[in-house]
């Protein structure tokens, strides 16, 4: 007999994984499976609480544990499904969004994770949304590239040249080389694609994940999947976290292609980017927050929910550092010209404290003299001791190393650069043969 009932669990285990697999790729990062038992259960719903009984709200996390931490939550979002109409939506999470984790005490919402795990992080976004949110499903995101691999590739539009190199990455090294133009990205490459930072930072990040999510869902509906599966269930036994039920995962996989057909709508939690203490925040907006996310439910504010929106806002506004919103003696936010005018001068500090070598290793005459004085125009302070020639004539790229923070001080270099982070104080520019083609 207990052979017979270990041989069941693992049955039971693998017709689990099995759901997880198709529900994680094709219903927006796998939340549908958890959803759809409670779909037509009795929902009990407090007063002043943006829910709707007929549409389920998931949190999904993407983590990134750390060798001697517990991580950060690298992506956060919520899905809304209602069952209905067949309909999924997404309410993107920016990192950066800044919330009151303690009394007093604000932090990124990504920190959260840290601090509490997947509950904290939870009760970050119900306090911020007032809303409850039904479930969750955590993710490492170490396993992203085998899974897309396990799929078979995703194609998708790469908008735009991405290049970035990042020698000293904690998984090993970090490479991104992408061409623009349609193409089928594999898992390797498919996470170079959501991991590249442009000068949005984190906005155009999530753009580019809800963009993914979307070529995801399209691969997975579709029926070159199925043979991926036994490869998929092994894939994700080990990297996936859920408050889920097996029949609640089974039951939904029918539901997939009405999803994929009605389409998923995808935005972003509403607010205004701001920068204090050199640490940049995505400061909400929480009554524009609040109505979006109970239009993506099919309802919308009671009177009393806009008044405690409004109550809510102005206790976060005056929760605000001195430094980021006191403008002109009046507690505001710092317009996005007042913001930008700041880091400028701040910059323009630290750019002269930072020392600069500049080495030409391109064999093209003068391009350290030249670049050297591109950098002082800019507020750099480069004695000429630290301007010559390096170790080699052949480098092809022009590569920029520079101490850990202080990347967007050289953000308006006006020829092509390849910026990493390194250990020591003193940036160094490595001119390559690409130099003259500026």
């Known amino acids: ?54 549409t389920k709200e998931i949190m999904v996390m993407g983590v990134d544990p750390r060798a001697n931490d517990t991580g950060r939550s690298d992506t956060l979002f919520i899905v809304s499904l209602d069952e209905e109409k067949k309909k999924a939506s997404v309410l993107s ?72 190199e990042d020698p ?15 193409q089928h990205l594999d898992g390797l490459r498919a ?47 080990s990297v996936i976290e859920t408050d889920m039920e097996t029949a609640d995962m089974i039951r939904v996989v029918a539901m997939l292609p009405d999803v994929k057909g009605n389409g998923v709508v995808s935005e972003m939690l509403p607010g205004v980017p701001a920068w204090w203490q050199e640490t940049s925040y995505w400061l909400p907006d929480i009554k524009a927050a609040r109505t979006l996310f109970a239009s993506q439910l099919g309802t919308s504010l009671t009177p009393e929910m806009e008044a405690q929106a409004v109550k809510d806002a102005a206790a976060y506004e005056a929760g605000l550092p001195k430094g980021l919103a006191e403008v002109n003696g009046t507690m505001r936010l710092a317009s996005s010209e007042e913001v930008a005018a700041a880091k400028e001068k701040q910059a323009r500090e630290e750019r002269r404290k930072l020392r600069v070598r500049v080495l030409n290793e391109s064999g093209i ?32 790229q022009t590569v920029l190393i520079v101490p850990k923070g202080m990347e967007t001080l050289f953000d308006e270099l006006p020829f092509p650069c390849v910026v990493q982070t390194g250990d020591d104080d003193t940036a160094v520019l490595r001119i390559g043969k690409d130099y003259g083609n500026a």
């Open 191 to 237: 996470m170079q694609y959501v991991r590249f930072r442009d000068e949005e930072g984190d906005l155009g990040r999530i753009a580019r994940q809800q963009k993914f999510l979307q070529a995801m869902l399209a691969r997975a509906a579709s029926p070159e999947v199925i043979p991926h599966l036994p490869q998929l269930v092994r894939e994700l036994s």
């Open 1 to 54: 007999m207990r052979r017979k009932r270990k041989h069941k669990n693992r049955l039971r285990k693998l017709l689990v994984l099995a759901a997880i697999v198709l529900l994680f790729v094709g219903a927006i990062a796998g939340v549908g499976w958890w959803i759809y038992s409670r779909l037509t259960a009795p929902r009990e719903i407090a007063p002043n609480t943006i829910a709707s009984p007929k």
């Open 93 to 164: 999470i920016p990192r950066d969004t800044r919330v009151e984790m303690e009394q007093g005490a604000y932090e990124k919402i990504n920190h959260a994770y840290a601090y509490g795990g997947h509950e904290y992080t939870k009760t970050m976004l119900e306090r911020l949304l007032a809303t409850r949110l039904d479930g969750y499903v955590l993710v490492d995101i170490h396993a992203f590239e085998r899974m897309i691999d396990a799929i078979g590739g995703v194609d998708i539009n790469v908008d735009r040249r991405m290049y970035y």
């Open 365 to 396: 005459k003068g391009a350290a003299a030249a670049s050297a004085d591109v950098l002082r125009a800019q507020g750099f302070i480069i004695d000429d001791k630290d301007v010559g020639n390096g170790e080699t004539r052949d480098r092809q």
């Open 168 to 182: 000293w990455d904690e998984d090993g090294g970090l490479v991104i080389d992408l061409q623009p133009g349609e």
